[in-house]
């Protein structure tokens, strides 16, 4: 069981920087492939960006080059560097562990707005 905490969402300006926190409960967590998903308004969850346990990267096309995804695997925390925020960034933003071995798991956290307006 796995159990997972967001922080560090909140408002902020079109062009301005967040920074997102998920720090995860339990052990293995190195098993885990960790990802933002973000849900904008209305809209569908939608993969952000996912960082494996040997930290491999995926980023979504309309993220790239703005946001980064890094770990750190003694503390069993995963981060999200937002940069260059636009107004469809606005979202809840949730963080997500998912395991294929030794079973095949997955888990999310309860979610953190984020909203950029000017």
């Known amino acids: 069981q796995v159990q997972l905490v967001e922080s560090g969402g909140g408002l902020v300006q079109p062009g301005g920087s967040l920074r997102l926190s998920c720090v995860a409960s339990g052990t293995s967590f190195t098993l885990y492939t960790m990802g933002w998903y973000r849900q904008p308004p209305g809209k569908e969850r939608e993969l952000v960006a996912t960082?494996?346990?040997?930290?491999?990267?995926n980023f979504a096309d309309s993220v790239k080059g703005r946001f980064t995804i890094s770990r750190d695997n003694v503390k069993k925390t995963v981060d999200l560097q937002m940069n260059s925020l636009k107004p469809e960034d606005t979202a809840v933003y949730y963080c997500?562990?998912?395991?294929?071995?030794?079973?095949?798991?997955?888990?999310w956290g309860q979610g953190t707005q984020v909203t950029v307006s000017s």
């Open positions: 960082i494996t346990g040997g930290g491999t990267t």
């Open positions: 997500k562990a998912a395991r294929t071995w030794p079973s095949r798991n997955s888990y």
